[in-house]
């Protein structure tokens, strides 16, 4: 059981949390405890003092400064707090914390499921609703630091603003439609409890 991903958590907030929450420092040690493979291996190999880790199994070293006394103490709540990240249990309450806060780093809006949309925040544009067979397929938007077309105002992440001459008055009152002949639908009938 690798235990390295679920110790570390989303962008290594898991472990960087269970040092503070302690007062304890952790690191993740041994064979397999760094990203790169190649790296690891050739520092394994160069022999030095401080690489000799590399070549035991993957552990967790937990080290504590602090008087006799509370570094016992320190070392005791932090051996049984990470005890929980030690069972390999893929589906437990820790793990889905953690995919909640990667949802939310993310930026995804359905972090109850601990799936987002992939990528930083950006979405999909909505499907236009389908009209029956023939449909003409609107144009895709353009992406995120696409080109626009030539002679397009350029906008910083705001809604496009369209021109106003000046001198003409613009409608800005509510309830005046905003194509002629729409009329509004009529407000909501209350509903009468009595008649049930």
């Not at 309450?93 to 993310?106: D, G, K, V």
């Not at 609107?138 to 397009?152: K, N, S, V, W």
């Not at 009329?183 to 209350?190: G, I, S, V």
């Amino acid at each position: 059981f690798n235990f390295v991903g679920k110790l570390l958590g989303p962008r290594g907030n898991s472990l960087k949390r269970l040092q503070e929450e302690t007062g304890a420092k952790m690191s993740i040690l041994g064979k397999g405890s760094m990203r790169d493979k190649a790296k690891e291996e050739e520092l394994r190999k160069s022999g030095e003092a401080k690489y000799a880790h590399l070549s035991d199994e993957l552990h967790v070293l937990i080290e504590v400064f602090a008087p006799p006394g509370e570094a016992y103490s320190r070392m005791s709540h932090a051996l049984e707090e990470i005890k929980k990240f030690l069972v390999p249990d893929y589906n437990d309450e820790i793990r889905q914390e953690q995919l909640r806060e990667l949802s939310y780093l993310n930026g995804s809006e359905d972090s109850a499921r601990g799936r987002g949309i992939r990528g930083r925040g950006i979405r999909a544009p909505p499907a236009a609703p389908s009209r029956g067979r023939g449909g003409a397929i609107p144009p895709p938007l353009p992406g995120r630091g696409a080109q626009a077309p030539r002679g397009a105002p350029v906008t910083r992440g705001a809604l496009p603003v369209p021109p106003v001459a000046r001198g003409v008055p613009t409608p800005r009152a509510r309830g005046t439609p905003a194509v002629p002949g729409y009329r509004p639908p009529p407000p909501p009938a209350p509903e009468a409890y009595e008649e049930y």
